[in-house]
């Protein structure tokens, strides 16, 4: 049994390493670091990491709050804005509420691919735990990147 939970455990990291390098946009990217960070949190926000790809000079950061519907995960840089949410329907991107917004919408629609936005909309349909939302934010947030911008993540 536990020979076989170690092939499945494998076989898992080879699927989703081929997966991972059929997209060009991911090929570049080598890495991505995630730190948590230990900052002030309040009733508001629960946590803070930030997602460095690549040594890049201003990581992305992601924000967890806690709301009515489920927990979001507000993912911020420099050029765009966009939510992820664990809610009883599954973990993928939901509609960014105006007050977490802090990039010009234009500016974030340019970089956003719409389609791969909504392509995203369930990613997992289990209830995941927050490194499990990080992991899977930093692995999937290369996709939505539209082409044009991808190397604001190198």
Not at 12 to 40: H, P, Q, R
Not at 68 to 77: L, M, P, R
């Amino acid at each position: 049994m536990k020979k076989m939970k170690w092939i499945l455990t494998v076989v898992a990291i080879l699927i989703m390493s081929v997966g991972f390098a059929n997209s060009n946009k991911e090929a570049d990217i080598k890495n991505c670091e995630i730190t948590s960070i230990d900052v002030f949190v309040n009733k508001n926000i629960k946590a803070i990491w930030t997602l460095d790809y690549n040594g890049e000079e201003t990581p992305i950061t992601v924000v967890k709050h806690k709301n009515i519907n489920g927990i979001q995960y507000v993912v911020h840089s420099k050029y765009f804005d966009v939510t992820y949410a664990a809610t009883e329907t599954g973990f993928g991107t939901v509609d960014m509420k105006n007050s977490c917004v802090m990039v010009n919408k234009k500016i974030s629609n340019a970089v956003i691919n719409k389609n791969e936005w909504k392509k995203q909309r369930i990613i997992t349909p289990n209830e995941i735990s927050d490194d499990t939302a990080v992991g899977l934010i930093s692995s999937y947030l290369p996709q939505l990147i539209n082409d044009g911008y991808s190397h604001i993540l190198n």
